[in-house]
Structure formats: C-alpha cells, structure tokens
C-alpha cells in the first residue's frame, strides 16, 4: 500500500513541477527571470517522473509476487482486487 500511496503523490508531484515549468518558460520568456528557474523545475519533473516509475515497477513486482503466491482459484480474484486497488484515484475539478 505504501508504493500506491508513493506512487499517486509521485502522480501529483509531476502535474505540480509541469505546471511551474509551464509557468517559469513564460517568465523566462517575458525576461521576468533567468533561465535557470526554469531548468530547476525541468530537473523536479524529471525527478518526480523517475520516482513514478519506480513506484509503478514496485506496484507490479509486489502483484505479480501475490498473484503468484494464490492458489489458481483465487488468482485472478486477488489479481482483480489489486488492479483495483492500485488505479491512480481521478481528480476532481
């Protein structure tokens, strides 16, 4: 459970670094400021993006673990379970 909670803030992480390199691309464009606040947030999107991978590949590796731990009656229940469980909940607007 930890990895989908890592993983939806990792999620909203990258929405929020994007927005401010949005924003910080016009700034630079405008001569507001240097170049270099924008490259910050590139790095943070990056990062934040990295960070989304890897909890995407920790959810995966734990399912794939406790699908193959069930017997074949209850697999694909189990597997059902978590695919639900780890959906990225949908943001209201």
């Not at 803030?9 to 910080?24: C, N, Q």
């Not at 270099?36 to 673990?65: P, S």
């Not at 406790?66 to 697999?75: E, I, K, Y």
Request: proline share 2%; hydrophobic share 45%.
């Amino acid at each position: 459970m930890s990895s989908i909670a890592a993983r939806n803030h990792a999620v909203r992480s990258v929405a929020l670094y994007r927005s401010l390199e949005a924003r910080a691309a016009i700034r630079v464009q405008q001569g507001i400021v240097e170049v270099t606040e924008q490259v910050g947030y590139m790095e943070k999107v990056a990062n934040a993006q990295k960070e989304l991978v890897n909890q995407e590949a920790k959810i995966m590796e734990t399912r794939l673990m406790l699908a193959g731990m069930c017997d074949p009656v209850n697999a694909k229940r189990m597997g059902d379970w978590l695919k639900q469980v780890s959906v990225v909940p949908k943001h209201d607007r």
